[in-house]
């Protein structure tokens, strides 16, 4: 339904459709690469899609409902934001405007670029908001303006069992053997196609991964993550696994100018949870690390800004030294599949295979 853009560059006023907007559900509005709000005639916010969470570190059930001016964002308050809000809102429907503003939180100030949509069939207007640049908390701004953290909209949290990382981010503690516990239980009840279930949980976790990355190139970098080398991405993408305990990954760019990636994963959590299995294949259904697969799909699509696909082609559970992956475009998944069931269990021979099949006979 919609063309994502970068998280550093404004959508031109042709790019976005009302109209889609206002049909989007909450996975779509997720999917976007920029913030949306949406707000009704009375500030009240309806709408709060995944990127502008993250990167405004509150949690959705914490705003939603709230005034966005006044309970969520004092910084907005004043002709300069709201006052465009409101006139947006008086005119008519699809009305446009477009405005450089600087949110003021806690934590930092970041620089953004506001576009205003009015809706084209209820009274409420849609904010896109596109970071440009991440700054340092403005000692001249008055405490009480600034926009609303976690804590402020949810006190108590901590009392009530619930963990914050150091972006606000709610995580929880959970054993390796949960997963392996997941995975024979779905091995048992659909051991044909639970492999299909555990790679779209992956994707959709990737996808979230993603805005987490792009706040943190943001925070370090002032970059969006299209905008960083895709060293400085493997590093960042390396960083986050390691430091939620997965494993070690490591990115392989060496055929990149045949359009792979292969990823190497060292001390996987999932692997090494999983039951040893043998397999004649090492593909779809031989391996243990679909979930994690699934992930680097959505991390690294996101950073492409085009769908490419992952399959796991060597896996510890299944006795290789480590997990191994290899990461092509979609439109080249059929041949990638058939190279793995041929027996393809490493770079190399899937490199050998990729090239043999793309040669005319």
């Known amino acids: 339904m919609f063309e994502a853009v970068p998280a550093s560059v404004s959508p031109p006023k042709s790019s976005m459709d009302v109209r889609a907007l206002d049909r989007a559900s909450t996975e779509e509005l997720d999917a976007l690469s920029f913030g949306v709000i949406a707000v009704d005639a009375d500030g009240v916010i309806l709408q709060y899609n995944l990127y502008e969470s993250r990167l405004a570190r509150l949690d959705r059930q914490a705003v939603l409902g709230r005034r966005f001016f006044q309970d969520v964002a004092p910084c907005t308050r004043g002709p300069a934001f709201e006052g465009r809000v409101k006139a947006c809102l008086d005119g008519p429907p699809g009305g446009f405007d477009r405005f450089d503003f600087v949110y003021d939180f806690k934590f930092g100030a970041q620089e953004v670029t506001v576009e205003l949509l009015r809706s084209a069939e209820r009274p409420i207007v849609f904010l896109l908001v596109n970071r440009r640049r991440v700054l340092p908390p403005r000692p001249s701004i008055d405490p009480r303006t600034l926009a609303r953290a976690q804590s402020d909209l949810a006190p108590g ?41 555990a790679e779209e949980w ?49 990115l392989d760019f060496a055929a990149m100018n045949e359009g792979l990636l292969f990823v190497e994963f060292a001390r996987s959590a999932l692997a090494e949870a999983a039951p040893p299995k043998k397999s004649s294949s090492h593909g779809a259904s031989g391996g243990a690390c679909h979930l994690v697969g699934g992930w680097l799909s959505g991390v690294l699509s996101h950073v492409a800004g085009k769908r490419l696909v992952t399959r796991e082609i060597s896996c510890v559970s299944a006795g290789a030294p480590r997990c191994t992956f290899a990461v092509t475009g979609v439109e080249r998944r059929e041949g990638l599949d058939v190279a793995i069931e041929s027996g393809a269990a490493d770079p190399a021979s899937v490199r050998a295979l990729l090239r043999r099949r793309a040669v005319p006979s």
């Open 157 to 197: 949290e901590a009392e009530a069992g619930v963990l914050r990382d150091e972006l606000e981010r709610r995580f929880v503690r959970v054993p390796a053997p949960l997963f392996a516990a997941l995975r024979a239980t779905l091995e048992r009840l659909a051991p044909e196609t639970w492999h299909v279930f």
């Open 202 to 250: 992956g994707l959709s976790w990737g996808r979230h991964a993603a805005v987490d990355l792009e706040s943190t190139a943001l925070e370090r970098r002032g970059k969006s993550l299209r905008e960083l080398t895709m060293r400085e991405v493997s590093d960042l993408v390396a960083e986050t696994v390691s430091t939620q305990g997965w494993g070690q990954l490591t």
